[in-house]
Nanobody
Framework: QAQLLESGGGLVQAGDSLTLSCAVSGRIFETYVMAWFRQGPRKEREFVGS????????SYRESVKGRFTISRDNAKSEFYLQMNNLKVEDTGVYFC?????????????????WGQGTQVTVSL
């Protein structure tokens, strides 16, 4: 079983950058897909992007393409969400998650392990 712990959230201004980290403890199998989700005020939790742990291949929701980048450090068992040119609508609690079976899903219920979330607030 994996445990995930996010860090790096905070309050920034529109246009700023911020990097979130997710530390993973426990064994990570090659089938794992890691993802970032977010939940804004009065909104459903939504998929932000994912990375295949073995290959590093990434995918993103349309609204963050070109601004957000997911990467991983296999040696540290960590993965990251680099967010550039942040917008007010990026505000929310960001969660990292892991899917044991590598389904490449954008649906939160397909993910088995979750971090506790970290708040990102973007102001004008």
């Amino acid at each position: 079983q994996a445990q995930l712990l996010e860090s790096g959230g905070g309050l920034v201004q529109a246009g700023d950058s911020l990097t979130l980290s997710c530390a993973v403890s426990g064994r990570i199998f090659e089938t794992y897909v890691m993802a970032w989700f977010r939940q804004g005020p009065r909104k459903e939790r939504e998929f932000v992007g994912s990375i295949i742990w073995s290959s590093g291949r990434t995918s993103y929701r349309e609204s963050v393409k070109g601004r957000f980048t997911i990467s991983r450090d296999n040696a540290k068992s960590e993965f990251y969400l680099q967010m550039n040119n942040l917008k007010v609508e990026d505000t929310g609690v960001y969660f990292c998650a892991a899917d044991r079976f590598g389904q490449l899903s954008t649906v939160s219920t397909d993910y088995d392990y979750w971090g506790q979330g970290t708040q990102v607030t973007v102001s004008l």
